[in-house]
């Protein structure tokens, strides 16, 4: 009899989590947890969620364990990550009065560091990958009868109930696509919804081996994707499409040694044949084919326009705001992502996290290994990695959902360095157990500080 993704992640091979220690265990279940919360706790003038609660908390020792070597080795993605961060942090505050840019600027540095250095410390060997991304997974699954509940009728059980204990986010309504509302579940917005499950497609597939955890594969693999199109989201379907084809390439080709220098070199061929043969620039046909619809697709062309013409009026610090120069009939959604951060941070800033994301899918792609569990984990790394950042051109990630991006990207890090990977079972000792080396109303809505 197959295990549902939540009985499965109970069951999990007590040799893979055996010797990580049982704080880092709970830390791990108790972050991706709050990621679900929708409760909302006021201080003062301040609305703050329960996961920047634990990175407020989190962030000091965090910070200490990773300065202090129990993460293991300095890494350039570390300094890359922090560099934005604190960048960012500063951008805000040397361009906005300082009261005016104190709570955005501290919210921007925790969910930007703070994120990354929970993935970067917690998740250190194959055993917490799975845990961390296991968790997430069934999570998706607790709420798959209430997003097609959800789409299908246009309430919003899980804020209701959640609005039964205390004030939560506000609910989101927006134009049916497909004669379907967009579900947004415990997040702000269908979007997040959307680019969080659509994150862990390639997670399900690839960071799950063994006879054992053939129910995540095969069951938790179509619940994430189903999950992911009740948001009925561009950014969803944009990730999930690349990731099929980065796995359908990758079966094909598995034999070719070369075949990502041959996708890369083909991606080329098909940017200069477009730009050479069509009367619309490649961006302006990627867009199109990329959105549902084609007043979906103008938009983004006229964000693209208009929003890349601001960030050059100040291209190294950026504007330290939201409020960009547009036509009176264009929304003041910026729904595009990196577009977002250069214009916010200046190209500086862009070229930080970009270099970040970019650095980790090169290391991580570099190693190939004996084990082949550890090799499969690095690829659906690498695919779920690519996917985001095409995916995140069409829409902004802001809040949990970005934070959940830099756990990401921080929990996978390990794999870009080859002496630290775990064995098949995950079975090694976690960092923490060893001594670092001596090298010297009811519903409120959050607004988008920082992300």
Not at 290 to 302: D, E, G, M
Not at 304 to 330: I, K
Not at 423 to 448: F, I, Q
Request: proline share 6%; with cysteine.
């Amino acid at each position: 009899m197959r295990q549902a993704p939540v009985e499965a992640l109970a069951a999990l091979p007590k040799a893979s989590v055996a010797r990580t220690p049982a704080a880092v265990k709970a830390a791990i279940a108790a972050f991706v947890a709050s990621l679900f919360l929708p409760t909302i706790y006021t201080l003062g003038s301040i609305n703050l969620s329960p996961t920047l609660l634990l990175l407020i908390l989190g962030f000091p020792p965090l910070l200490g364990m990773w300065a202090a070597g129990r993460a293991g080795p300095r890494m350039a993605i570390d300094m890359l990550v922090l560099a934005f961060a604190f960048w960012a942090a500063g951008t805000r505050l040397t361009l906005l009065d300082f009261n005016e840019a104190l709570e955005p600027g501290g919210v921007v540095l925790l969910q930007s560091a703070g994120g990354y250095l929970a993935g970067r410390v917690l998740v250190r060997d194959a055993a917490t990958t799975r845990l961390a991304f296991g968790a997430a997974i069934a999570g998706i699954a607790l709420m798959i009868p209430f997003l097609l509940w959800e789409s299908v009728t246009g309430t919003k059980p899980l804020l209701e109930l959640a609005g039964l204990f205390g004030k939560t986010l506000a609910p989101t309504q927006m134009d049916p696509r497909w004669g379907f509302r967009r579900a947004q579940g415990m997040f702000e917005h269908p979007i997040l919804l959307g680019i969080f499950c659509a994150t862990l497609v390639s997670a399900t597939l690839f960071m799950f081996p063994g006879g054992r955890m053939r129910a995540m594969r095969w069951l938790g693999a179509p619940l994430v994707v189903l999950a992911a199109m009740t948001s009925f989201s561009t950014g969803a379907l944009l990730s999930m499409n690349t990731q099929f084809g980065l796995i359908a390439w990758n079966a094909a080709l598995r034999r070719v040694a070369s075949r990502w220098t041959i996708l890369i070199w083909l991606v080329v061929a098909l940017y200069v044949t477009a730009d050479l043969l069509s009367n619309r620039t490649p961006f302006h046909l990627f867009v199109d084919y990329a959105t549902f619809n084609s007043q979906s697709s103008y938009n983004r062309i006229l964000i693209w326009q208009f929003g890349s013409a601001a960030v050059m009026e100040s291209p190294l610090l950026g504007h330290g705001t939201d409020d960009w120069e547009r036509p009176s009939y264009m929304s003041s959604s910026m729904d595009n992502f990196w577009l977002v951060i250069a214009y916010r941070y200046g190209l500086i800033g862009f070229g930080l996290l970009a270099a970040a994301f970019v650095l980790t899918i090169i290391r991580i792609g570099r190693h190939h290994g004996a084990d082949a569990d550890i090799n499969a984990m690095r690829r659906g790394a690498i695919f779920a990695l690519v996917a985001t950042m095409i995916a995140i051109v069409s829409v902004h990630l802001w809040n949990n959902s970005y934070i959940w991006l830099m756990f990401m990207l921080g929990a996978v890090a390990w794999m870009t360095v080859p002496d630290r990977m775990a064995p098949p079972g995950g079975d090694s000792t976690h960092p923490s157990e060893v001594a670092p080396e001596n090298k010297g109303p009811r519903h409120v809505r959050l607004r988008r500080l920082g992300f």
